[in-house]
């Protein structure tokens, strides 16, 4: 029994004085995440906000080790067509650039603040089958990482708000 309060005590005391009571584990990443930024940052120091100034997307952490991300800027242009079969090379184009999309699986690295996403399919190719180590930090339901090797080509500072 005194173990038990002993062990008890200190989870509580350990949690008290980690920031705004979150230890930064796995659990705390489950649920849904709605982004407020993502800011890239070129090699020669330039920003850019890669999906817009207020892009809308969702990323998703389930408790079993999955996850889902969708952004898109929402200023894409539509297709005049009406059927994204018979988009035009400029739409095509917007269409890519515009947004970005993949799952897989995840792990956190509690000791070290790290995501280990293990993308198995991505709308940029060239990740598919990938693992993306990026460090990360909660602060109330704020959410950040920073994605080093970001689709675009430089490194992505990735900001969200909890949803649930």
Do not use: H
């Not at 659990?27 to 207020?54: H, I, M, Q």
């Not at 970005?100 to 956190?108: A, W």
């Not at 109330?140 to 500072?157: I, K, M, P, Q, W």
């Amino acid at each position: 029994m005194r173990n038990c309060l002993v062990v008890l005590l200190a989870s509580m005391i350990s949690l008290a004085f980690a920031p705004n009571g979150r230890a930064g584990s796995s659990n705390d990443l489950v649920g849904s995440w709605s982004f407020v930024t993502n800011e890239t940052t070129r090699p020669d120091g330039s920003k850019f906000d890669t999906y817009g100034a207020k892009p809308k997307g969702i990323l998703m952490f389930d408790s079993g080790g999955r996850f889902s991300l969708f952004i898109a800027n929402p200023e894409r242009p539509k297709f005049a067509s009406g059927n994204r079969l018979n988009g035009t090379p400029d739409e095509y184009k917007a269409a890519i650039q515009g947004s970005i999309s993949y799952f897989g699986t995840y792990r956190v690295d509690e000791s070290g603040k790290l995501i280990n996403f293990e993308l198995e399919a991505s709308s940029f190719p060239n990740w598919d089958g990938v693992t993306q180590q990026r460090p990360f930090s909660i602060s109330g339901d704020e959410l950040r990482f920073t994605n080093s090797s970001g689709s675009s080509g430089g490194s992505v500072l990735v900001v969200l708000k909890r949803l649930n």
